[in-house]
């Protein structure tokens, strides 16, 4: 089990880092809340990482820290929900605001994400709370004080941030038209691809 990788930022490209470790890079894949905490290319990371074993593939998946990981442990545990998904949730949301989505019981938060129907989202808020008992111990307290994605630090991007931003939505589950118009809604020649993401997922939060 790889747990944690500490190596020099080589690449970013939402949902994807690439991180050099003595030579060897490792592509790994983030929910955007914890890649909207990166430093600057060329810096180096410390990322918790879980490691995903399939007949087809092997996959890296990485947190800014143990609490974003053992959240992921958990939803990959729900009935219906994979790693992509789980991803996808994540990325939607901070680990603190999935805990008061969960506390509230509201569903209308999760539909909204790519994948996630209304079932799929009751299934999960009745699973999920005990698990987040489990994980975070409190869960209202925990809840109280959601963060804010808008409060998270945005690293600047390289290449067409336009294009970074639409190949991470579709990475994340949204299908073109959705992500276009999302897109399309924040879009603003100074922004990054970063924030970019970030305030297309705001926008249908």
């Known amino acids: 089990m790889i747990g944690r990788i500490r190596g020099t930022l080589v690449e970013k ?26 430093p600057e290319l060329g810096a180096e990371v410390v990322v918790y990482t879980h490691f995903v074993v399939r007949e087809d593939a092997q996959l890296l998946f990485g947190f800014a820290d143990r609490q974003e990981r053992a ?25 603190g605001q999935f805990a008061q ?27 999920m709370k005990d698990r987040l008992k489990t994980v975070f111990g409190n869960v209202e307290a925990m809840a109280v004080t959601p963060l804010d994605i808008g409060e998270l630090a945005v690293p600047t991007a390289i290449g067409s941030a336009r ?30 691809a970063e924030e970019l993401i970030r305030d297309a997922l705001k926008s249908v939060a």
């Not at 490209?13 to 470790?21: G, R, S």
């Not at 060897?24 to 983030?30: D, L, N, P």
């Not at 959240?71 to 991803?87: D, Q």
């Not at 118009?181 to 990054?192: G, I, R």
């Open 101 to 127: 989505v969960v506390n509230q019981g509201d569903v209308s938060s999760l539909v909204k994400l790519p994948g996630v129907g209304k079932k799929t989202a009751e299934r999960l808020l009745v699973e």
């Open 163 to 192: 294009d970074e931003a639409l190949s991470a939505l579709l990475a994340l589950g949204y299908k073109p038209p959705q992500a276009e118009k999302m897109l399309k809604t924040v879009f603003t020649e100074a922004a990054s």
């Open 71 to 95: 959240l992921f442990r958990e939803l990959i545990k729900a009935n219906g929900v994979g790693p992509k998904m789980a991803l996808t949730i994540m990325s939607g949301m901070t680990a």
């Open 13 to 38: 490209l939402p949902p994807e880092v690439l991180i050099d470790v003595s030579g060897v890079g490792y592509e790994i894949q983030m929910p955007m809340t914890s890649l909207y905490q990166l």
